[in-house]
């Protein structure tokens, strides 16, 4: 595969100094690859996605110092990967709803007693109260059955990001909820 990334360069100065960009970096890039992909095949993919984009612009890049020339590789692998996983997983791009007959249908199980079902209802209110941010990762990750990783991605929000919403997000409907059975 290197030798088809050469081929797109022009010098032989340009040839070496990637083959030697591409030998330092394949490493890191591929452990980023992973990271978002959580796939080898897809994590290679997106890796040689990454390095074709690379050599593309070579002639820009090279001159890039250490710090900025390894803050540049991760986000085009990171922006390759994440492309490439919404092309393998298409639902992942769906916008999110907060419809309350949806949500009323997918949580009011026939069998509980009205005075569930009422609080069932009380609390998909509140989650259209507490903000679009944190009503998208609970619907998301409760009803919809999304990982967090996954969460992340349609929401263009890094993992840690998703995760600190829904924490924050749980910990506001249990508020509501002991203020509801009161």
Known sequence: MLLFYLSMLDS?????????????????????????????????????SAFVAIA???DKIKSLKEPALEVYL????KSHAISLLRKEHPFITKNVSLDPNILASDFIDPAISLSDKELVLKIIDYLKEIGTQYSEI??????HGLTMRECSIVLGIPLS????RLYRAQAMV?????????
């Open 12 to 48: 032989e100065e340009s040839r070496d100094e990637f083959e030697e960009l591409y030998h330092n970096y394949k490493g890191m890039m591929y452990k980023i690859a992973r990271y978002y992909t959580d796939n080898h095949h897809l994590a290679e993919e997106a890796m040689q």
């Open 74 to 77: 991760c986000k085009v692998t």
């Open 161 to 164: 990001t998703a995760k600190t």
């Open 138 to 143: 609970l619907t998301l990750h409760y009803i």
């Open 174 to 182: 249990k508020e509501k909820f002991k203020e509801l059975k009161k």
């Open 56 to 58: 593309k612009c070579f």
